[in-house]
């Protein structure tokens, strides 16, 4: 195997759900499909790397700064939804579940990582919110450790600002059964319960 596959498959291992062998796997259905799938990916992937930036307002990925979603007039500004990630964004948008703005703060607060409150964008939030116009900000962090303290500070970071703030409800899924649920989410399930 020469030095130009074995890097063609190193990076295409650094893939979140690529291990060495789906890489090597990824790496010969590239390789066979040369001229239908290799070039135009790999000039799509150049187009990529050069067009796309994070939008200076929100954090979202996208060709024009600000991004589409912060230049849509239609959207509430007054609304600002609160995600660890643009995967978490891009998940939100994908069901239509939000029509106000978004706030990505790159990754969570993380001890074991690393991870402290200057290494997210923790302060541009601050700043929208205290430039005015704000009602309500949502946070829409992952129900893990993590994601709960992020929130936890975000919010407290928010607290005088005397605006609105949520959090996602955490529980048990549409068309789940208690019977196959495990404890945290049971347990989320009854503290966050609501009147029938």
């Known amino acids: 195997?020469?030095?130009?596959l074995e890097r063609l498959i190193l990076l295409l291992g650094k893939l979140p759900g690529l291990g060495p062998r789906s890489a090597r796997r990824a790496a010969l259905?590239?390789?066979?499909?040369?001229?239908?799938v290799m070039r135009p990916l790999a000039e799509a992937?150049?187009?990529?790397?050069?067009?796309?930036?994070?939008?200076?307002?929100c954090g979202n990925l996208d060709t024009t700064d600000p991004c589409g979603l912060c230049a849509d007039e239609r959207r509430d500004r007054a609304t600002i939804c609160v995600v660890e990630t643009v995967g978490d964004l891009w998940a939100l948008e994908r069901a239509h579940a939000h029509q106000g703005v978004y706030h990505v703060l790159g990754g969570t607060l993380s001890a074991l990582a690393g991870q402290r409150p200057d290494d997210l964008a923790i302060e541009g939030l601050v700043r929208r919110v205290a430039a005015g116009g704000v009602r309500e900000v949502i946070l829409a962090t992952s129900a893990t450790v993590d994601g709960q303290t992020t929130a936890?500070?975000?919010?407290e970071r928010l607290r005088e600002s005397g605006i609105a703030?949520?959090?996602?409800?955490?529980?048990?899924?549409?068309?789940?059964e208690l019977g196959y649920l495990d404890d945290g989410t049971l347990?989320?399930?009854?503290?966050?319960?609501r009147p029938a």
């Not at 347990?187 to 319960?193: E, I, K």
């Open 1 to 4: 195997m020469g030095p130009e």
């Open 45 to 57: 992937m150049a187009a990529a790397a050069e067009a796309i930036r994070p939008c200076s307002v």
């Open 152 to 155: 936890h500070y975000v919010a």
């Open 187 to 193: 347990t989320a399930a009854l503290a966050s319960r």
């Open 29 to 36: 259905a590239l390789l066979q499909k040369r001229d239908s």
């Open 165 to 176: 703030l949520s959090r996602l409800s955490h529980g048990v899924p549409v068309g789940g």
